[in-house]
T-cell receptor
Framework: GENVEQHPSTLSVQEGDSAVIKCTYSDSASNYFPWYKQELGKGPQLIIDIRSNVGEKKDQRIAVTLNKTAKHFSLHITETQPEDSAVYFCAASEAGGSYIPTFGRGTSLIVHP | KAGVTQTPRYLIKTRGQQVTLSCSPISGHRSVSWYQQTPGQGLQFLFEYFSETQRNKGNFPGRFSGRQFSNSRSEMNVSTLELGDSALYLC?????????????FGPGTRLLVL
């Protein structure tokens, strides 16, 4: 089955800095890679996703890059703000009828004011 | 539009009991998935229902079951609770149109088994 590794487990940055979280996956059939943000006491919230037919996707301060050959994808947050502090999860799956995502273990991002 | 709602939000049970959790998806969403989240195992897929049929199932014992009603609301049931079932149980729904993979999560039900 699919295996997703996520690093780092904790990331501490100063407000205004950039943050990068990396994930690797094992199943070459995976073609859908979402990123979720989970704040304390809440469920995960989809913040950005990418499909294997594109290499990069951007949404304001958030971007995701995908390297299919190396089987890794990364989340980039620029100009971090204290409200970006949360746990971030990556996931990988094969899009289609049988959608069973495999999640990374999560990265706790702490943005210091 | 109202988001995914889950009830109850918190639950305390004892070993051997059974529990039923409820999920109301976003209006118009027909797919509902359930996940278990624990510090040790992370986020793990339990099962997915679409149009009242279980479409996918994760690697969990038969004590975990679910169902979906004609209005897309879903319930999951855990029988003969074990201490290790203590977790946050998350429900996610997917839209009727567009990519089915786009999931919207509810706030979860935190279950504590004593």
């Amino acid at each position: 089955g699919e295996n997703v590794e996520q690093h780092p487990s904790t990331l501490s940055v100063q407000e205004g800095d950039s943050a990068v979280i990396k994930c690797t996956y094992s199943d070459s059939a995976s073609n859908y890679f979402p990123w979720y943000k989970q704040e304390l006491g809440k469920g995960p919230q989809l913040i950005i996703d990418i499909r294997s037919n594109v290499g990069e996707k951007k949404d304001q301060r958030i971007a995701v890059t995908l390297n299919k050959t190396a089987k890794h994808f990364s989340l980039h947050i620029t100009e971090t703000q204290p409200e970006d502090s949360a746990v971030y999860f990556c996931a990988a799956s094969e899009a289609g009828g049988s959608y069973i995502p495999t999640f990374g273990r999560g990265t706790s991002l702490i943005v210091h004011p | 539009k109202a988001g995914v709602t889950q009830t109850p939000r918190y639950l305390i049970k004892t070993r051997g009991q059974q529990v039923t959790l409820s999920c109301s998806p976003i209006s118009g969403h027909r797919s509902v998935s359930w996940y278990q989240q624990t510090p040790g195992q992370g986020l793990q897929f339990l099962f997915e229902y679409f149009s009242e049929t279980q479409r996918n199932k994760g690697n969990f014992p038969g004590r975990f079951s679910g169902r979906q009603f004609s209005n897309s609301r879903s319930e999951m049931n855990v029988s003969t609770l074990e201490l290790g079932d203590s977790a946050l149980y998350l429900c996610a729904s997917s839209p009727m149109t567009g990519p089915q993979e786009t999931q919207y999560f509810g706030p979860g039900t935190r279950l504590l088994v004593l």
